[in-house]
């Protein structure tokens, strides 16, 4: 006998076919036990079996869980005074180099007690999830030392221990050179402490399951990227890469030379960078939060991605920074109609194709058997709905691991 039974849904698997890109169902149930996905079927076809608890969904749509592939979620402070000062006409650049940005929040978050940041994570995890998400990506970042970093990915470990959704770590040691080690041979200090100290501590202690670098002109240089993917090779530990975001450093390359799981970010993106990404099956995540909130120009280039046949994920981005975003539909809405996907490639973007970038796609993203019976239950007539109300409510059911939560 089953654990539980959905009826009377309509389902989009993400298990693309010709004609059929989302996998659609209708009229459909699905099975599950030991949490997870045993069966996908015609509504009478599995009339006839058994569970213990049969939930009728009354026509809805359901999807995969969602699954947030890229934010910062752990963080001390906010940075409300910097979204002012961008107003008044300071760039995201302009704010870095005079000791604001990255480095501020780093501050905030060793000044934070243990306790207040997992609180306030907490809450932002609690948001994210009431929008459907069931897995999520949670990056370091703001510690920028050995200890401070393993604070924060132990930190979001903790979290996911507690709260009913999957949470996957990476470290992001290189997201800004600390204060102290801007120039000169600080800063080669501070490289050579994430590749020979950070990383194989974090690899130890398998704190995370990727590593991730800032490549940008206010950040690491392609060159030091490349020191800290060596050292994340030599320890067993795939990479992601923030790249071109604001200007083109080649690191869609860089990171494709290193078989990334994702390159994001992207809006500077060309066309050699998209067919290296492509040849390497690198997953592209855009993440329309940030350059919303930067009030940026450049687009990604989608239709290059396209072209070259990358998949694109989308994710929030959640940070304090660069895109303050707690709703994943308001993400799925921007990315159609900030950067021209469509609503299909939207839900995509938030479930099968974050899932690859994760590395979890054996795992979640898409509605079939085997996989983690981990689902939304939407109430709306049409799927496209998803990426057209602007900051639309969560699901009416959100199921992790074949349970409501
Ligand atoms: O993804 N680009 C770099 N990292 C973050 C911003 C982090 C911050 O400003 O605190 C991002 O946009
Ligand atoms: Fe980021």
Not at 146 to 158: G, H, V, W
């Amino acid at each position: 006998m089953w654990d539980r039974l959905l009826t009377d849904c309509h389902v989009a698997t993400m298990v693309a076919s010709p004609g059929n890109p989302l996998g659609l169902f209708p009229n459909a149930a699905i099975g599950i036990a030991d949490g997870k996905i045993v069966r996908v079927g015609k509504r009478t076809e599995l009339a006839g079996f058994r569970a213990k608890e049969v939930t009728p969904c009354g026509g809805a749509w359901v999807t995969p869980g969602l699954v947030d592939c890229h934010t910062h979620l752990v963080f001390g402070g906010t940075r409300a005074n910097e979204h002012a000062m961008r107003r008044a006409g300071a760039t995201y650049e302009e704010i870095a180099k005079a000791g604001g940005g990255i480095a501020s929040t780093v501050a905030a978050t060793k000044a934070a007690s243990a306790d207040e940041l997992r609180d306030t994570a907490r809450r932002r995890l609690h948001a994210l999830m009431q929008g459907g998400v069931t897995s999520i990506e949670i990056k370091s970042g703001y510690g920028l030392d050995t200890a401070s970093e393993i604070r924060l990915l132990n930190a979001a470990r903790a979290i996911g221990r507690d709260e009913p959704v999957r949470v996957v770590t990476t470290l992001l040691a290189a997201h800004a050179l600390p204060p102290e080690a801007k120039e000169g041979p600080a800063r080669d200090v501070y490289v050579k402490m994430i590749a020979e100290e950070m990383i194989p501590a974090v690899a130890k202690a398998g704190l995370a399951t990727s590593v991730d670098a800032f490549c940008e002109s206010i950040a690491f240089t392609p060159a030091e990227v490349e020191r800290v993917f060596t050292a994340a090779r030599a320890n067993g530990l795939p990479v992601r890469l923030h790249a071109e975001q604001l200007s083109n450093q080649k690191g869609a390359e860089l990171a494709a030379r290193y078989k990334a799981l994702s390159a994001d970010h992207l809006e500077h993106l060309d066309a050699a960078g998209a067919k290296a990404m492509a040849a390497a099956g690198t997953v592209a995540v855009l993440l329309p939060g940030a350059f919303y909130a930067l009030n940026e120009k450049k687009k990604p280039p989608v239709d290059l991605l396209r072209d070259a046949g990358v998949a694109v994920a989308i994710a929030s981005d959640c940070n304090p920074g660069t895109s303050p975003v707690l709703n994943p539909q308001l993400i799925m809405n921007m990315a159609c109609t900030l950067f021209g996907l469509t609503p299909e490639e939207a839900i995509a973007g938030m479930t099968i194709n974050a899932a690859r970038a994760l590395g979890l796609a054996h795992e979640v993203g898409t509605i079939e058997a085997g996989k983690a019976a981990d689902l939304c239950v939407w109430r709306v007539s049409e799927l496209s709905e998803l990426g057209y109300w602007i900051g639309m409510p969560g699901p009416e059911r959100r199921i992790f691991c074949g349970q409501d939560s």
